[in-house]
């Protein structure tokens, strides 16, 4: 099966292909299958932001697509981030801008108060097919300086207490394993493995 991964986030492909590993699927970039259709992520939910850019790029490609939706959730910052976790601060920034200006905005803020969470969305549209959803969560804290060089996104500034560390210190195997996208993916994986009958 060939499958279109509707991100142009070189990170998120690269752990998306890891998660599909061993299943007789063809994982395509955009670039790779042709596609260059922008979709304006308005939707309220991380779901309906996942759903609009798979079904775009699905309808283009006239073939499945997967796509993904995910943003930091910060409990001192109320409905700042979420769906526009990627814009926060304005499309100027970068993710080590978008680092800063949290850590700025948290400034002062006890510990008590820095918890946080990233939750992760998928949709698998195919042509003529029902949508499949897919969600994973995972929890931490906003820490008051960068911690580590791998990830991308806000990873160098999102502390797991339980593992005494940051997900930018994770190493790539364990990350794709526990984090929120890992774990959407790891539901995902499952699902379409019995659609495919094949054996995890």
Do not use: Q
């Amino acid at each position: 099966m060939k499958i279109v991964l509707a991100t142009r986030n070189a990170g998120k492909v690269r752990e998306l292909r890891l998660a599909l590993e061993g299943l007789p699927i063809t994982a395509l970039s955009r670039d790779e299958a042709g596609i260059d259709v922008n979709v304006a992520e308005d939707g309220a939910t991380y779901s309906a932001n996942a759903w609009l850019k798979a079904e775009a790029v699905s309808r283009a490609a006239g073939l499945p697509a997967l796509a993904d939706d995910s943003g930091i959730e910060v409990e001192a910052l109320p409905g700042e981030l979420g769906v526009l976790s990627a814009r926060f601060g304005g499309e100027g920034l970068d993710d080590a801008g978008r680092n800063r200006l949290l850590l700025e905005r948290l400034e002062g803020v006890e510990d008590i108060r820095r918890g946080a969470r990233y939750v992760c969305a998928l949709a698998f549209c195919r042509p003529g097919r029902e949508t499949a959803f897919f969600e994973g969560v995972m929890s931490g804290c906003v820490l008051r300086a960068p911690r580590g060089e791998g990830g991308f996104g806000y990873d160098p500034i999102m502390y797991l207490p339980g593992r005494e560390c940051s997900v930018a210190e994770l190493d790539p195997g364990t990350k794709n394993r526990i984090s929120h996208r890992g774990l959407a993916l790891a539901a995902f994986r499952e699902w379409i493995a019995a659609e495919l009958e094949v054996k995890n």
